[in-house]
């Protein structure tokens, strides 16, 4: 038995630990949810939304290839308030949500999670406090409810939004589960860009069927997930052979990649340039011209394309080379109905018998600021993120996903404060013999291309250095970058270092960082980070 001084002993020693704790996780502690099944079912009477939706993550059949149907999960809505276009369905297969809403908007979502297992949604690219940001921690069981209350603060743009349980992030993306979240703001209209009928939005996603017509995601081999999925059919808005008439005029094009691994190298038929008119935060200062443009998964980018100079009965393709993260091209190999060197269309829009109607786009779209890199706290010393592939697993400075709060001393930031964040792909630990920049297996085990996203912010890219070799791919893949806008998700090549500033304003919180190959995120390669006030 213990006596009395002991146990008091023991007591301190407890107390001292568990403050140490608290202090290593930051000051946070009170406001974090004693489990991750902390549920939120009830709406606040002092929440006045001009949006109010409701959102429901369930199984269907869905009718995508001629025969049997197939078995997809879905998200599925409904308007309580806040008129009729605040949610639709993409054309395809109809089974791909999207919310309309402005900036400055309040929008409740009343999420219930159908599935038989648990679930939460998160919105990708939104400025939005801890506890609305769809953590893992906050996933809800069958049946249960989550609601969402938050102010549209973001820019204009093209944001999306997915589930992110722990470790079945990829599956449920995969099955279906994804939608768009398209914001308009005062400075995008003054723009004139196209809008209503002339506003498609794209989103490109691989899949594989088997010969019952139901979709084939990965089995348990870890080298597998290391790979990420690669799919030898890419749908368009959940549709096989995506096409659409479309007016002699002009129209905006949101291209998404919301697949959970595959990279496109995107062009358009007849040699015909994109004009980039935004990235995923929004409007560019000014269009640019891409020959290429090179879509990572998660990555969104806006063109301007004006078919008014076109007879009627032309066509317009959306073509791609699909790569793997290894950087492997797949597509030739195993697209057999490859009708050009850049494989089957995606996507083809068919010019209609419409007088013609030319657009007109201004030079000026948007004001971003400029990024001063001086302006942020360890402008002399970046943070660095080292992402390496190690036992079976990526890793963020050799770490994997630990408990769902678990943050590390030097994972925490200042709130108000600017930082450059380094992302290092295999660089800095060294890809090991022949490993580095070459795509191949070294020491510290394959070097890929990774999508990095950050949660809660919108970074700025400030540089790219390759170190040593350059992939023979990688080369092609940098034509198509579009480095010049509000991003939230960065593509980092083999042995390359890519430079990111951000601020943390507002909310103070747990948020996470992770490569967003959505094989990789639920083995592990996800960080926490907290934002300290
Ligand atoms: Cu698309 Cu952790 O997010
Ligand atoms: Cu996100
Ligand atoms: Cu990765």
Redesign the pocket.
Known sequence: MMNIRQNRREFLRRLIASSLLVASRGSFAADMPMSHGMVRPQASPDFDPDIDLELESMPEMLQMLPGEPTRVWRYRGRVLKGGEEALGYLDGSGHLPVIRARRGQRLRIRYTNRLMEPSIVHWHGLHIEQRMDGHPMYAIGNGESFVYEFVLNNRAGTYWFHPHPHERTAFQVYMGLTGLLLLSDEEEMAAGLPSGEQDLALVLQDRSFDPDNQLRHLGRMRHDWMM?FAGDTVLVNGAVDYSKRLGRRAYRLRLFNGSNASLYRLRLSGGRPFTVIATDGGLLERPLQRDSLTLAVAERVEVWLDLSGLEPGEEVQLLAETYT?SLDNISPQQNGAALTQWGRPLARFIVDQSPAVPGSLPARLSMHGVVDRNEAVNAASPRQVV?SMMMGS?RLNGRVYGAMDEVAADEVVKLGTSEIWEFANGAAMGGGPGGRGRGGMGMMGMQ?A??MHVHNVQFRILDRIQEGGEHPVSAMLREGFVDEGLKDVVLVLPGERVRVMMSFTDHAGIYLYH?H?LE?EDSG?MRNFLIQA
């Open positions: 990420g993260p992402m990526g890929m990774h999508p490569c190959i990789h390669m």
